[in-house]
């Protein structure tokens, strides 16, 4: 492996020491594929938990999210994203906010770090 190779001491991050659930890679949800329509499938932020819940019930504990459609931004076609603030989350699509969302998507395991990647 790359440690190996380059004899590094250096411990992983959060997001390499667990599984991480990507929607951008449009095997389940990709917001990315749909344009301006971000709700097509619900509110991203009830998908999430419904996923979550999913996995804590099969018993796999994800350690790392990554909601690729929670800042503000705007839609231009074909299917463009353009960032308008990119410090906020877009609290139509995350009603929660940021933290409010990753303290439910941490819920059931509060004592381990969860990534946001």
């Known amino acids: 492996t790359a440690r ?7 411990t992983r991050g959060d997001a390499l020491e667990g599984l991480a659930y990507w929607s951008d890679n449009q ?4 917001w990315w594929s749909v344009g ?3 709700t097509v ?3 991203p932020e009830d998908i999430y938990a419904t996923l979550k819940q999913g996995y804590d019930a099969a018993g ?13 931004v705007r839609f231009d076609d074909p299917k463009n994203w353009n960032g308008v603030d990119l410090t906020k989350f877009n609290e139509t699509l995350y009603p929660s906010g940021g933290p409010g969302f990753w303290t439910k998507m941490s819920a059931a395991h509060p004592d381990e770090p969860l990534s946001m990647i």
């Open 4 to 10: 190996r190779y380059w004899n590094t001491t250096r």
């Open 60 to 72: 796999l504990r994800i350690r790392a999210w990554e909601p690729d459609n929670n800042f503000v």
């Open 41 to 43: 499938w619900g509110v």
């Open 36 to 38: 301006p329509d971000q």
């Open 27 to 30: 095997a389940g949800y990709s």
